[in-house]
């Protein structure tokens, strides 16, 4: 959901396509580093020894959290498919 919600902000902010963000240094640089942080946050609870379903209230349980990130996986994806298929950008300002 990060990468989707700064994916947009930056096509707002800049006019920069997704494959272009991907394509320079820059891009990849912070996406390496997003995933490295993303990643050991991720993983710092289960180190602990705590689990997702030990943590779920009444609306975020551990299912509400899978269909999330499938929904923010498929954004991402039709994010691409747009602006392959058009060749510009998704938000064109």
Do not use: K
């Amino acid at each position: 959901m990060v990468g989707f919600v700064t994916a947009l902000a930056v096509e707002a902010g800049r006019g920069d396509g997704l494959l272009s963000q991907l394509g320079n240094g820059t891009g990849q640089a912070w996406f390496a580093y997003t995933v490295a942080v993303l990643s050991v946050a991720a993983l710092v609870p289960l180190l602990q020894g705590e689990s997702a379903e030990g943590r779920a209230g009444a609306i975020m349980n551990a299912n509400a959290e899978l269909w999330n990130g499938r929904f923010a996986m498929l954004g991402l994806v039709a994010l691409a498919a747009t602006e392959i298929l058009t060749g510009a950008p998704f938000i064109n300002i």
